[in-house]
């Protein structure tokens, strides 16, 4: 017993371990993320800085400029065309590592412009929990001769989640032992006027750029992205080759397709979106998304110090234990369908708060996981209930079966047989075991006592009852006492002993076979019905008898005689409370008139005639009360 409790207890403690190893984890993190895209495709919309201005090179460019790659004369005339109309700064999303005949004309209007951003690119080392991310070498990196004369330099790295989708970058990528910043927020921070050197990682937690910004870092050290809307939602998009067109148009003194004054203090993004030239990554919002536009998401969120700070690990843990013991502490103390209904409403309530937490404050908690695990275990504990409570059945119908047999012999096993008397008695139980009783008297050869009783309540406290009743009427009743006195001398046991609020009701008919007479005494039992050739059916009963055990009192007897063919029927309320489909009760109306229909058959026939005739009325399948029938015919 005590290694099988031990057993239990480690298999719990196996199971609880386990199931906080995968929060901390986030061993289910690709569900969780489809969760966290369905918090930015419904949240409200986010401020977007009107700072960003977006610049495609797309089919138009293309088609007018010829195959990509351009010259660089096409990139310097946008240089000096955006410094021209005052733009802040602009951001290549393009890599320049390949030489190529005008690098010297882009260099010098980059150093003439002063704010160009030029990008390369990391081969990152796998990442770790609570380190800053490192990088093993360059894929590809800017010409030195580009990169002097630029403003300033960053990555331009992106790492996907387990699912493919890009929803986090490294702001700060270190690489033998130096920092590098990536491009938008190396921007960002000029933007502000914020010294690299006022920028300090706490790695796993937070960068503090200068004294008022705080950027929030997941558990591996990158900012969570946050998205904005759709490609072209958030941003004022523009072409290329407009902006070269209007440029090159306004210089030679004609009207320009655009007004480049809408570049003043504007923060310019520079990127490949025609097909087949872009780098295309599926996001929360598309499955086609140019990485130009996380510049533009990266930048608005520093400028507005709007960020998605996922709760740690350890608040999630905290989080997922509460859910769960609320959950299992009402599933154990409910029942199962208001179980379901109670944890529907904290699940529904928990995750409506994750939703509106987002919304207002970006704050990410996990929620696919705590909503599994709180609505498997709700469900193990309405299995486990369950079992317990079948195991439990099992275990009380053997007693129940157990208690049946001992009640049984409790009962006659076979019915007198007296010369002159056919007697059919019938029981049928509305549990395993019942209240209803029956006894046979047998004091002499010509007296034949007949006894039928009904215990107040059902199933076991009734029976238990029952069989000490009648054991203590049989002690009274074979003293040779008339019914009245058994009756009275049996009552005033019951009210001086018992203390169980049960009581009985009983009818006691003794027959005497020499004089052809019978006397009777009631104890709040239902009437005796007696049939004698030439007169209606008679309801038999007494002036005074109330229900045994409940106070003393009187108990009156009367006496008559009775001729060949007379039939006495007794029977308790189980017969005449009988109730249908419609809430009628079978009655004493209608078990009489099938008691007259059948008076010439033979007791067991009338028997048979009147259990047919209730369970067409009540099907057994129905039956809330014992039922129990006697019937005696004088031959």
Sequence with gaps: MRSSKLLRIGALAIIIIAVCAGSYLHILDSYELETLDFRFQHR????????????????????????????RDHHAALVKALSDAGAR?????????????HDKEMASEMEAAGNAYLPFVFQLKPEEKGRVVHAEGYIAKPLDELAVR???????????????????????????GVPYPYISFLAACDDLGIPRTDIRITPGRYIEAGSHTRIPLDERSNMIINFSGKWGDSYAHYSYVDILQSYFAAAAGQAP???????????CVVGLTAAGTVDLHPNPFETLYPGMGIHAEVFNSVINRRFVRRLASEWNLLILALLVSVTSFM???MRPVRTFGFVFAILAAFTLTAIALFDLFGLWIDLFYPVLVSSLVCLLLIFYKYVKEWRHRIVLENELEIARKIQESFLPKNVPEREGVDIAVAMFTARKVGGDLYAFVESDAD???VMIGDVSGKGVPASLFMAMVTGAFKFFATLGSTPSKALHDL?????????????VTMFYLVLDMKERSFAYANGGHLPLIYLTEGKPIQFLDVDEGTPLGLMDGPYSERKMRFKEGD???????????AMNARSEMYGSQRLSAVIEAHRDVSAKALLDAIERDVRKFEPRAHQHDDMTMMVIEIK
Excluded: C, M
């Excluded at 330099?153 to 970058?169: A, C, E, L, Q």
């Excluded at 009552?491 to 009581?503: A, C």
């Design 44 to 71: 409200h919309a986010i401020p977007t800085t009107d700072k960003v201005a977006i610049i495609e090179i797309g089919e138009d460019t293309i088609e007018q400029l010829g195959r990509w790659p351009f010259d």
């Design 89 to 101: 700064a602009v951001i290549f999303d393009i890599l320049f590592s390949e030489p190529q005949a």
């Design 150 to 176: 630029a403003k300033g330099t960053g990555h331009i790295s992106i790492i996907p989640d387990i699912d493919g989708k890009f929803r986090r970058v490294p702001l700060l990528v270190e690489y033998a």
């Design 257 to 267: 397709i655009l007004d480049l004054g809408v570049f003043k203090d504007k923060v």
């Design 331 to 333: 599933t154990l103390k």
């Design 447 to 449: 007296n034949l006592g």
């Design 491 to 503: 009552n005033e046991k019951l009210v001086r002993d018992l203390s169980s609020n049960l009581f």
């Design 567 to 577: 039939i006495f029927v007794l029977y308790t309320d189980g017969i005449t409370e």
